[in-house]
C-alpha cells in the first residue's frame, strides 16, 4: 500500500537555526497538509499545499514558516528561525481530494523536532 | 474554532470487555475520522464517516456518526490487548471551507490480558 514517507525521522537543532523537514507524499495525491503534535497535546493543522500554493493556514503557521514543493514529489517544511517551542513531531498527510467528504488524509510517520 | 471532545481520555479494561468512546462538538463536520496513533508514530486511518447516522463496522470496531453530524462515537466488542493504543477523532469542516483536519486530545486505550 502506497504511504506517505518523512525526512528525517529526529531532527535536533540550535534555537535560532534553520531546519528543514521533507515529506514524499503518495504519488497520486494533490492536496498536502502540515500538522504538529507538542508532546502530550492534540494534533495541530498548520498549513495545506494545492496546485503549487498554499491554499490554508493557521494561525500557528506564522512568518517563520514556508512550504515548498520543489521537484514535483517531495514537499518540504521550512522554519527558518527555530524557538524552544517548535520542539514538536511535525506531521505530512496527502489526500487525493480536499479534507471534506472522501479527501482521507494519509499521514506520514513525523520527524521529531527538538530544539535546544 | 471549531473543538472535538473526545470522552474519556483515560480508559483501561479488561480483556473481552466492551468499550464506547465519544467524539463531540457544537460544530457540524462534513465528514469524522478515526485514526489510531502509536507511540512515536503518525496517526493511521481507521475509517471515515460521511452521511448523518452512518454505521461502519471494522471487525470488532463500529463507527457511528451522529445524524446531525457533530458526534460519533467508536465501540469495541470484546476488546483484546492489541486494541491498545491512542484513538483520536477528526473532523472536516462542513461547507467546504477548510483543508485542515480538527483532531479531538484522543482516547488512550489500555486492554488487561
Known amino acids: 500500500e502506497p504511504e506517505v514517507t518523512q525526512t528525517p525521522s529526529h531532527q535536533v537543532t540550535q534555537m535560532g537555526q534553520e531546519v528543514i523537514l521533507r515529506c514524499v507524499p503518495i504519488?497520486?495525491?494533490?492536496?498536502f497538509y502540515w500538522y504538529r503534535q507538542i508532546l502530550g497535546q492534540k494534533v495541530e493543522f498548520l498549513v495545506s499545499?494545492?496546485?503549487?500554493?498554499?491554499?490554508?493556514k493557521s494561525e500557528i503557521f506564522d512568518d517563520q514558516f514556508s512550504v515548498e514543493r520543489p521537484d514535483g514529489s517531495n514537499f518540504t517544511l521550512k522554519i527558518r528561525s527555530t524557538k524552544l517551542e517548535d520542539s514538536a513531531m511535525y506531521f505530512c498527510?496527502?489526500?487525493?481530494?480536499?479534507?471534506?467528504?472522501?479527501?482521507?488524509?494519509?499521514f506520514g510517520p513525523g520527524t521529531r523536532l527538538t530544539v535546544l | 474554532t471549531q473543538l472535538l471532545e473526545q470522552s474519556p481520555q483515560f480508559l483501561s479494561i479488561q480483556e473481552g470487555e466492551n468499550l464506547t468512546v465519544y467524539c463531540n462538538s457544537s460544530?457540524?463536520?462534513?465528514?469524522l475520522q478515526w485514526y489510531r496513533q502509536e507511540p512515536g508514530e503518525g496517526p493511521v486511518l481507521l475509517v471515515t464517516v460521511v452521511t448523518g447516522g452512518e454505521v461502519k463496522k471494522l471487525k470488532r470496531l463500529t463507527f457511528q456518526f451522529g445524524d446531525a453530524r457533530k458526534d460519533s462515537s467508536l465501540h469495541i466488542t470484546a476488546a483484546q490487548p492489541g486494541d491498545t493504543g491512542l484513538y483520536l477523532c477528526a473532523g472536516a469542516e462542513a461547507g467546504g471551507g477548510a483543508d485542515g483536519l480538527t483532531f479531538g486530545k484522543g482516547t488512550h486505550l489500555i486492554i488487561q490480558p
Open positions: 504519488s497520486n495525491h494533490l492536496y
Open positions: 499545499f494545492y496546485n503549487n500554493e498554499i491554499s490554508e
Open positions: 460544530s457540524v463536520f462534513s465528514s
Open positions: 498527510a496527502s489526500s487525493l481530494r480536499r479534507g471534506e467528504a472522501g479527501g482521507r488524509q494519509f
